[in-house]
């Protein structure tokens, strides 16, 4: 189970990190994914990095303004959110159990841990 965190009030335009990080588990192996559930909304897959870093996917609404990262040393992997919009208000969760490579097909039957809370104020 992972636990987002960094979430926050954000003016539009502006920027916000999120982590993601482990109790008990070591990440390195795993590729992990960030999702984001908007009010009244169906959860998301946004982005997956692979567990070597050498992929890092973006669906379209997040692609070229936010940047998916990982730390070994600190067992952690990150979102970086530049240039946010009122439309990236969501809860937002990260997820292993997730197939990043080449492509990637969002896996929902996953152990989800407390998301954070991200609000985009015009």
């Known amino acids: 189970q992972l636990q987002a965190s960094g979430g926050g009030l954000v003016q539009a335009g502006g920027s916000l990190r999120l982590s993601c990080a482990a109790s008990?588990?070591?990440?390195?192996?795993?590729?992990i994914a960030w999702f984001r559930q908007a009010p009244g909304k169906e959860r998301e897959g946004i982005s997956c990095i692979s567990a070597s870093s050498r992929y890092k996917l973006y669906t379209d609404p997040v692609k070229g303004r936010f940047t998916i990262s990982r730390d070994g040393a600190k067992n952690s992997v990150y979102l970086q959110m530049n240039s946010v919009k009122r439309e990236d208000t969501a809860v937002y969760y990260c997820?292993?159990?997730?197939?990043?490579?080449?492509?990637?097909?969002?896996?929902?039957?996953?152990?989800w841990g407390p998301g954070t809370e991200v609000t985009v104020s015009s």
């Open positions: 008990g588990s070591k990440l390195d192996s795993y590729d």
């Open positions: 997820a292993t159990d997730q197939r990043c490579g080449t492509t990637w097909y969002p896996y929902y039957n996953v152990r």
